[in-house]
């Protein structure tokens, strides 16, 4: 029996093919848009993870859980989302290994907390961010996690405002409890001098 030929065994390219301006496929288009809407909107970190075991990016994300969402995310649709979202600094940034910390609580808390298991596993690097709209190399982006926390912040400045305030209510205690001890020994004057 004779062998019958088959056509060459491509694999089909899924996704569609790619729009005319050179953008992504179909299928990828809301991974960019997402992406472009978190790095416009909130505070994002750049890590570089390459050396880094399953089991550690397992236990980093557990460690960021309430405070960011860390997402691996091709950085050719990362590059496009940052381009679209006017962040061309950032696009350097996005080579090797980069996996993205989307900050949803306190931006310094996050950072603390990548320092910290940068500590532990040395592999892991902070490459950079975007913090208010503005690009952070990796000794800024660093920067962040010597900052306190905001509950820090919070408890400081309201401490601030309330040292004036219980001064000046310590003031007119004294102020009364002079009038107070006044008041008594005028009383006790007073039953004195009718005793007399």
Known sequence: MAKVKSGP?????????RPPDGGPRANKTATVATVKEKLTT?????TEYRGLTVAELKALRNALAGGAELK??????????????????????LEGPTAIAFVTGDV???????A??????????????????KVLDGAQAKSLSTLESR????????????TPIQQTANVFAAGFNQL???????KEKLAAAEAA
């Not at 909130?42 to 750049?46: A, H, M, N, R, S």
């Not at 912040?153 to 309330?162: D, F, H, N």
Request: net charge positive; glycine share 10%.
């Open 72 to 93: 691996v995310i091709k950085n050719t649709l990362a590059t496009i989302a940052a381009r679209e979202a006017g962040l061309e600094d950032l696009i350097p940034m």
């Open 9 to 17: 065994k491509t694999r089909k390219k899924l996704g569609g093919p």
């Open 151 to 162: 509950e820090v912040m919070l408890t400081k400045i309201a401490s601030m405002a309330i």
């Open 108 to 114: 310094a808390k996050v950072a603390k907390d990548l």
């Open 42 to 46: 909130g505070p994002v970190l750049l």
């Open 116 to 133: 910290e298991f940068a500590k532990k596993s040395p592999s892991l690097t902070l490459k950079g961010g975007v913090f208010e709209g």
């Open 180 to 186: 107070g001890a006044v008041l008594v020994q005028l």
